[in-house]
């Protein structure tokens, strides 16, 4: 059994700061890429950030310049660094991987954390 656990997020107000966290745990072999991913109250879930275990990165246009992606491979953990938040900011984040197990590959979702950023 593999479970991604999110923590980091909370109420900030517009210009603040947060960082998110997501480690996987269970029995793993690998894992490819990682990512964040959020939903809005009547949206549907839009990419964040990713990370691939090269290292190569990819961010939604609206956090580019904002919000920095990094892992641990070690740990198993992704972070999601986010400066400059805005109220759009506001959402679900979700905790993405992709993971070869010992049941075989296929993605993973954490349960999600709550992101709030008041104007």
């Known amino acids: 059994q593999v479970q991604l656990v999110e923590s980091g997020g909370g109420l900030v107000q517009a210009g603040g700061s947060l960082r998110l966290s997501c480690a996987a745990s269970?029995?793993?072999?690998?894992?490819?890429?990682m990512g964040w991913y959020r939903q809005a109250p009547g949206k549907q879930r839009e990419l964040v950030a990713r990370?691939?275990?090269?290292?190569?990165?990819n961010y939604a246009d609206s956090v580019k310049g904002r919000f920095t992606i990094s892992r641990d491979h070690a740990k198993n953990t992704v972070y999601l660094q986010m400066n400059s938040l805005k109220p759009e900011d506001t959402a679900v984040y979700y905790c993405?991987?992709?993971?070869?197990?010992?049941?075989?590959?296929?993605?993973?979702w954490g349960q999600g954390t709550q992101v709030t950023v008041s104007s």
């Open positions: 993405n991987a992709d993971v070869l197990a010992v049941v075989g590959p296929r993605p993973y």
């Open positions: 269970g029995r793993i072999f690998s894992i490819n890429a």
């Open positions: 990370i691939t275990s090269g290292g190569s990165t």
